[in-house]
């Protein structure tokens, strides 16, 4: 039986996938607090586990965080790794820094923990023989699935950094073979920005196109 080929989007899907992949934000005060609905969640979850896995071993998990003593917990932490890295800035980088909100996680109401498990697929990952990390980029994948699809939902995601894994680890029970990869913070927003907050209080611009585009071999610039 001859598997069934899937043809060319329509033009118009192909502008809405862009429009989606450029209105994508990182997004930290635009939460509004409203809950996200189940089937919304569940259609962004199921895009986040469409996802494309080496070896097929989908080595993902998703825990859902909503409990306000959790995000308390996980907030102060933040706010705590937070402090020490503005003391390494210098002042006038310290001061840019200082304008930037970083979290929304009491805000946004729902943290999703993603975790990657080496174990998933057994011991011998179609491959991964060769490349370690390959498990890793999957999840990675899965994140980058999930915060489009939020994105076309209407929904804001943010990838909180300022956080020890073994903290966080402990904080939702994961176990000691599972590598908690990020915490998003998911909700509803009033909108999103046009230009993300790094751009928009001078953190770091994006580089043009033409600065990471190699032709045959890496070039140095």
């Not at 209105?23 to 635009?30: A, I, N, P, V, Y």
């Not at 932490?77 to 020490?84: K, L, S, T």
């Not at 020890?164 to 904080?171: G, P, Q, T, W, Y």
Request: with cysteine.
């Amino acid at each position: 039986m001859t598997t069934p080929m899937r043809t060319a989007v329509p033009p118009s899907a192909l502008r809405n996938l862009y429009d989606v992949i450029y209105r994508r934000r990182d997004t930290r005060r635009e939460f509004s607090g409203d809950p996200v609905t189940a089937d919304v969640l569940d259609r962004v979850l199921s895009a986040a586990h469409a996802a494309p896995s080496v070896g097929m071993s989908q080595p993902w998990d998703f825990i859902l965080v909503r409990s306000p003593g959790t995000l308390a917990a996980f907030r102060d932490h933040v706010a705590a790794e937070r402090d020490i890295f503005a003391t390494s800035l210098n002042s006038e980088r310290a001061e840019t820094f200082s304008r930037i909100k970083i979290e929304g996680i009491s805000e946004s109401g729902l943290g999703i923990v993603v975790g990657y498990d080496p174990t998933r697929g057994g011991p011998q990952v179609l491959g991964r023989h060769a490349i370690a990390d390959a498990g890793l980029y999957s999840v990675i994948c899965a994140i980058q699935n999930l915060w489009l699809a939020a994105t076309a939902e209407g929904l804001g995601v943010g990838w909180v950094s300022f956080y020890r894994e073994e903290f966080l680890r402990s904080l939702v029970a994961m176990p000691p073979h599972v590598r908690p990869v990020a915490w998003l913070c998911v909700g509803q927003v009033a909108g999103l920005p046009d230009v993300p907050d790094l751009e928009h209080h001078g953190w770091r611009g994006r580089c043009p196109l033409q600065a990471v585009v190699h032709e045959e071999r890496y070039t140095a610039r």
